[in-house]
């Protein structure tokens, strides 16, 4: 059974820090491109960033360049998402997605809720 699950979620001030995890299993985690997505209440849900197999490349949204970073440990079979200076944009429900390279085979997990507030 194919599983993405995220955690680290929760209630930060802004400019604050969170980490996310995402531990995948029940697929072959070093075979697929990792991404984090967010989505907003009321908004289309949208990357924020992405990984490579390799972990050797990486890209960002705009809106998040310099503030997050995304990694992943392919022996613990997990992405993470690094968010330093979190804005009050960055609330949102962040979610976990793997991506079979050059096959449509794709992966989302159930998501975890970042809030940023005073």
């Known amino acids: 059974q194919v599983q993405l699950v995220e955690s680290g979620g929760g209630l930060v001030e802004p400019g604050g820090s969170l980490r996310l995890s995402c531990v995948g299993s029940g697929f072959t985690f070093r075979y697929y491109v990792m991404k984090w997505y967010r989505q907003a209440p009321g908004k289309e849900r949208e990357l924020v960033a992405g990984?490579?197999?390799?972990?050797?490349?990486?890209n960002y949204a705009e809106s998040v360049k310099g503030r997050f970073t995304i990694s992943r440990d392919n022996v613990r079979k997990t992405v993470y998402l690094q968010m330093n200076s979190l804005k009050f944009e960055d609330t949102a429900v962040y979610y976990c997605?793997?991506?079979?390279?050059?096959?449509?085979?794709?992966?989302w997990g159930q998501g975890t809720q970042v809030t940023v507030s005073s």
């Open positions: 990984v490579t197999i390799d972990g050797g490349r990486k």
């Open positions: 997605k793997a991506e079979g390279v050059g096959t449509d085979t794709e992966f």
